[in-house]
Antibody, heavy 120, light 111 residues
Framework: QVTLRESGPALVKPTQTLTLTCTFS??????????VSWIRQPPGKALEWLAL???????YYSTSLKTRLTISKDTSKNQVVLTVTNMDPVDTATYYC????????????WGQGTLVTVSS | QSVLTQPPSVSGAPGQRVTISCTGS?????????VHWYQQLPGTAPKLLIY???NRPSGIPDRFSGSKSGTSASLAISGLQAEDEADYYC???????????FGGGTKLTVL
């Protein structure tokens, strides 16, 4: 059974850096084709794709947020980490991690999400 | 503003059929990238509903169907049930953005 779970701070201050961890089970990011992505959803708004890392450690970022995002993986811990620098209140959202199995381009399994509020 | 365009809301009575459209462009749906659909029940994470334009994952009822043509796609839900009340999102890949893109979401209300 594939599961993913997001963890991180519920509250960050403006200008701070957010670090989120996705801990997963049921698959390995060292296996060919496996990818983990981050997606966010502001309250009452639409989903927005942020970043993806694949089994070969290739990384892909949203064009609009590329300068602020860093995605990395720790295969031994079954974890993917996303950092977002210079947080702003507009970054308040539920952050999800999800799996993709290449060459598919859809998210077949999602975590429950973690709400991050940006406020002073 | 989302890259893929969906109607904000649709509604239907129990037992009826509704469709939700998803319009893209030549850099995503029109570039032959598949369209996928997710269902998000209130307060929960999105769940894969349709993949590869028209395929249902295991456990998804055949009341849900998808299609794609040109730069657009559609999700149809027949035999509406109260439990179908949710937000629905389409998703594809965009080669000019080199990334995954979503629609703005459609809220389905079962009257």
């Amino acid at each position: 059974q594939v599961t993913l779970r997001e963890s991180g701070p519920a509250l960050v201050k403006p200008t701070q850096t957010l670090t989120l961890t996705c801990t997963f089970s049921g698959f390995s990011l060292s296996n060919n084709g496996m990818c983990v992505s981050w997606i966010r959803q502001p309250p009452g708004k639409a989903l927005e794709w942020l970043a993806l890392i694949d089994w070969d450690d290739d990384k892909y970022y949203s064009t609009s947020l590329k300068t602020r995002l860093t995605i990395s993986k720790d295969t031994s811990k079954n974890q993917v980490v996303l950092t977002v620098t210079n947080m702003d209140p507009v970054d308040t959202a539920t952050y999800y991690c999800a799996r993709i199995r290449h060459p598919n381009r859809y998210f077949d399994t999602w975590g429950q999400g973690t709400l991050v509020t940006v406020s002073s | 503003q989302s890259v893929l365009t969906q109607p904000p809301s649709v509604s239907g009575a129990p037992g009826q059929r509704v469709t939700i459209s998803c319009t893209g462009s030549s850099s995503n749906i029109g570039a032959h990238y598949d369209v996928h659909w997710y269902q998000q029940l209130p307060g929960t994470a999105p769940k894969l509903l349709i993949y590869g334009n028209s395929n249902r994952p295991s456990g998804i009822p055949d009341r849900f169907s998808g299609s794609k043509s040109g730069t657009s796609a559609s999700l149809a839900i027949s035999g509406l049930q109260a439990e179908d009340e949710a937000d629905y999102y389409c998703q594809s890949y965009d080669n000019s953005l080199s990334g995954w893109v979503f629609g703005g979401g459609t809220k389905l209300t079962v009257l």
